[in-house]
């Protein structure tokens, strides 16, 4: 069993920064990709950033590239989505999920396993 637990959420000023946190219970953390996604109102889940298990291949969605980082730290059962630069657009429920093949996939079926989500806030 597999479960994810984020953190860090919250209202920040646009041109901002925040850091997300995605603890996970897993044995076998560094053989899971971790994903992010995110979903607003009236729009469905979408695909932000993804790891590979080891952290050696990384994706990123082209509305955050150059403003996000994603990043793991397998000593810590940890993975981290910095958000830098953010835009009001970025308001969303902020979601991490864990793929057992390792391999950091882009689309919502992919994934296994799913946290409740942290919400963020962009102000104008």
């Known amino acids: 069993q597999v479960q994810l637990v984020e953190s860090g ?14 603890q996970v219970s897993a044995v076998t953390f560094t053989s899971l990709a971790i994903g992010w996604f995110r979903s607003s109102p009236g729009k469905e889940r979408e695909f932000v ?4 298990g080891r ?4 994706n990123y969605a082209d509305s955050v590239k150059g403003r996000f ?6 000593t810590e059962n940890t993975a981290y989505l910095q958000m830098d630069s ?15 093949s390792g391999w950091p996939q882009t689309t919502v079926h992919e994934y296994d396993y799913w946290g409740r989500g942290t919400q963020v806030t962009v102000s104008s």
């Open 69 to 74: 980082t994603v990043s793991r730290d397998n």
């Open 55 to 58: 952290g050696g291949r990384i």
């Open 86 to 100: 953010v835009k009001p657009e970025d308001t969303a429920v902020y979601y991490c999920a864990a793929e057992i």
């Open 49 to 52: 950033a993804a790891i590979s």
């Open 9 to 22: 959420g919250g209202l920040v000023q646009a041109g901002g920064s925040l850091r997300l946190s995605c």
